[in-house]
């Protein structure tokens, strides 16, 4: 087989077998099928092809008959780098990764039927899933309210930890040690970031030791102006944010967060580039308690014709509960972040395009959390925050959210740190102490040394990504992405003055940040766009801030978009349809804004018009 057939072949068995895997990925974690088997099985038909390491040698051979066709080579080259961060050379191993596929898949089925219960406001006790219980701490002012929902968080970690979960620490150690890593953790920081856990630890300890000072100082003075309770873990988000995010929740309604989000993409002219969306934003039992986003096709030339996306993505709203607007663009911003990165690989394979090392956790996170960054933004919230009146959020609700989270914004970057200091901490662990006892210990110990709280508003162990192999060992990469977005967010502000609705900022992220995909490092995405390499001082700076420094940048941002016209968004070039699972709500086959008005009438008939 000439290079050329070679090639094609190589990007349609992949695209076969990633599709086939990612559409029961998708059914059975919307709840909509229960092929849990028949998901494991297109799994490790997927991991088999992606681990096999006869792939390596066959390119090397393919690449050798290469002469001029410099776009086939690089092409060549794209899946050569893939193989080798992802084959696993021995039989053995591979035996080992099918075995953790199907271990990991019963334990999804058994978590699926796992239900959680908090005691709402009449005292009676509700089921809930993880984004109401985390929305409860948060945002109800009733404290028993509180207590219960962080129980059930509580209660989820002893399941997790006497379901399953210890045994995957040993079976994914096992594995790791096979490959000639020294535990899981080893394994996957050198795979999904190219660097040992010392190199990793050297970047999170630098942050730690920069960020210390500032979070004690502000548990300190939560203390001392609301009790000693405030910093208990079922109080301490509701009394740091509570009261300013109850002010926000009416300029925020979720029903408006589609077409905010709809309206602001494309006054930032991001381009789709005609890619399927599919959109999944409601809660019910049985969905994934997460959001996420998945790309069932990856986008990429094929030969000379435009292979264009298909994304799935999903949260977990409840429209009618208190914070649930604004999780809900959050959500919007974030995963339409990730299809917006993922839509707009333009190189010859799909290789480029995917999920899988050596695309790098750090690299996916920068596109996603630049862009709901931007929700935190006074100029965006003056634009977009309204309420039900047509009223425009007033500035004291603005400075009201800045003083209660600025003093803050350490702790909420080291509820990030706390998750690879654990997991760094479990697989190093002797596994004779691999009991629920000492996990529970080593969680609450590490939760101390990193939050300063007993306790996390957030228990370590009930955090989804601990549990699947594609997420396990990879949290670092929110914190290493948030670097990342606040020295973007720098260069931005420095080369144009303002970031909300800037239609500059689309087409610079599609050409430095998202069309070469992984063919380049994260770091050289970086310095494409900025001229300078990967640097964590910005986000330090930013956390280090005094609350009146950061309210007086917002006020500056506010100021200046009022003397600035508006501009009509742009078509953000995509099929989008809004389903709850199998379920059609609404899509722009007429215009986005059918689709916006399809959405807000289901909601308002479902949840209430004020929801």
Known sequence: MNPQHYFKQLNDDYLQLHRRKEDLFWSTYMGTSEDHSGFAEAEASLNAFIADP??????????????????????????????????????????????????????????????????????????????????????SDNENVRSSAHQALLDLEQWVLNNGFIELVKQRNAFARQQGFRNFFDYKVNKTEQMTPEQLFTILDDFELRTRKRNEQSLMELAKSKGESAIAGHNFSYMYSGDAARQLDPYVPFSKSLRRWVQSFGRLNINFSQADLTLDLLDRPGKYQNGFCHGPVPSFYNVDKWQAAKVNFTSNAKPDQIGCGFDGINTLFHEGGHAAHFSNVKLNSPCFSQEFAPTSMTYAETQSMFCDSL????????????????????????RALVEAKQPFKAYQERSILVVPYFEWAVYSSDEQQLTAEHLTRLARQTEKRILGLEVSPRPLLAIPHLLSQESACSYQGYLLAHMAVYQTRAYFTKKFGYLSDNPEIGPLLAEHYWRPGNSISHNATLHSLTGEGFSPAYLAEMCNQSSEQAWAQEQQKISAASKRSQIEPLSLNASIRIVDGDKLIADNHKSDQQLCEDFEAYIAKHYGKNC
């Open 54 to 139: 006869a792939r390596i040698t066959e390119i090397r051979k393919q690449l050798q008959f290469l002469e001029d066709n410099e776009e086939l080579k690089q092409g060549l080259k794209g899946w050569l780098d893939f193989f080798k961060a992802n084959a696993i050379e021995s039989e053995q191993g591979r035996v080992q990764m099918a075995e953790l596929i199907r271990a990991e898949s019963e334990l999804f089925a058994r978590r699926q039927n796992y239900l959680m219960y908090f005691n709402n406001v009449q005292g009676e006790r509700e089921q809930a899933s993880l984004t109401v219980l985390g929305a409860n701490i948060r945002t």
């Open 375 to 398: 929700l935190n933004d006074g100029d965006w919230l003056k634009k977009y925050a309204v309420n039900a009146q047509r009223e425009v959020i007033p500035d004291s609700v603005i």
